[in-house]
């Protein structure tokens, strides 16, 4: 059995009495990152053994971690924040324990894009999750592929390279495009500025931008 557990994306309480058990009682949890897990684990006194599992070692790992489970290892996946396959590790483990007939299942939980769309103001019923564009090549042409969609758009950036994107997305959507941009969501300093595209741009360049943002942009009108 593999479990996927949604953690916190700040505040520590952000994480299911349900999630808490299963952490406790399973053999093995699989982590993204030690140095950040071993902080939520010893806050809720999980002492489950654990290994790193991450974009890096994933494939090296799967097939051993397959093998362990079908002799009855129960394992949990964790990423650093969030939900597991959302923007992180979690998508070859999942298909290849399906591929072996084992069984999987994702707990219900914590994950930065659903507040962000939900607190925007920007409608909710369809949307297109895009999360991060590629660091290089292939972000224009991927951008301009959207440029007739009607469903609200939503995004992962980092900070430093949030008025890259808003640059780029402004001669495809129009300057005048309405925009929620979420920054640090259910951490300390977490605020959402909303506006248009070009009011957001001039924004973010008299305030430096800081933390992770989930960006929120209108679909076309029609």
């Given at each position: 059995m593999i479990y996927l557990i949604p953690t916190p994306i700040g505040n520590l309480e952000d994480i299911t009495l349900r999630a808490l058990r299963i952490l406790k009682e399973v053999d093995l949890i699989l982590v993204e990152d030690t140095r950040v897990s071993i902080k939520l684990l010893k806050h809720y006194d999980i002492t489950t053994p654990y290994e790193s599992f991450h974009m890096h070692n994933e494939h090296q790992k799967v097939s051993k971690i397959i093998k362990q489970i079908k002799v009855g290892l129960t394992v949990a996946l964790i990423s650093d924040a969030g939900t597991p396959g959302i923007s992180d590790p979690g998508f070859l483990l999942v298909r290849t324990a399906l591929e072996a007939k084992l069984e999987v299942q994702c707990l219900p939980g914590p994950t930065a894009l659903i507040p962000g769309l939900v607190q925007s103001g920007i409608p909710t019923d369809r949307?297109?999750?895009?999360?991060?564009?590629?660091?290089?090549?292939?972000?224009?042409?991927?951008?301009?592929?959207?440029?007739?969609?009607?469903?609200?758009?939503?995004?992962?950036?980092?900070?430093?390279?949030?008025?890259?994107?808003?640059?780029?997305?402004?001669?495809?959507?129009?300057?005048?495009?309405?925009?929620?941009?979420?920054?640090?969501?259910?951490?300390?300093?977490e605020s959402t500025y909303r506006g248009s595209l070009k009011a957001a741009k001039f924004y973010f360049q008299e305030n430096s931008p800081k933390g992770e943002f989930v960006i929120v942009v209108e679909g076309l009108k029609k």
């Open positions: 949307f297109v999750f895009e999360g991060f564009l590629p660091p290089k090549k292939g972000r224009k042409s991927r951008l301009e592929s959207m440029a007739l969609e009607t469903k609200t758009l939503v995004f992962y950036e980092s900070p430093h390279k949030l008025i890259k994107l808003l640059d780029e997305m402004i001669p495809i959507f129009g300057g005048d495009r309405n925009i929620a941009i979420a920054r640090e969501i259910s951490k300390l300093y």
